[in-house]
């Protein structure tokens, strides 16, 4: 599983600090996509296991989430990152641009976004998107709190 790039981000996942990776090889190709270098599956490099465990280890007293965006089309990889994120104490979240996630999936996360870019209706911050941000446990949609008052 190839990563584009490796963030820590704070608005993705409301009130977390969030270890992000961009995983390669979107097969969705969303018109509009904001980041077409993630279609190829070999762009970017490997998130090996050392380079995974050491991001994991240095921020654990500082982040508190692993959000991967996209990387749901290498599911047993995913499930592994995601077991591994929560054996350290982390919160989990996938962005995807599906409707639906598989449920082995979701059994390791907190929190899905889900929805296709569709620019005509924006992303979580506008009030006529498509997209879904969800907590996992209780299937509660919390897109309000991407949305300005
Ligand atoms: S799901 Fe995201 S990365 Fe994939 S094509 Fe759509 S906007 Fe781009």
Known sequence: MNYFEFDV???EVPGEISLCFSICGCPLKCDGCHSPFLFKK???KEL???TYQTILSR???YATCVLFMGG???KDELILRLQQARCLGYKTCLYTGLENVDIQLLNHLNWVKTGKWIPAKGG???VHTNQEFREVDTGKKMNS???KK
């Open 9 to 11: 981000t704070l608005q």
């Open 145 to 147: 709190l991407f949305q």
């Open 48 to 50: 090996k296991e050392d």
């Open 72 to 74: 749901e089309w290498e």
């Open 124 to 126: 979580l911050d506008s």
């Open 59 to 61: 921020y654990r007293n």
């Open 42 to 44: 070999e762009n970017g």
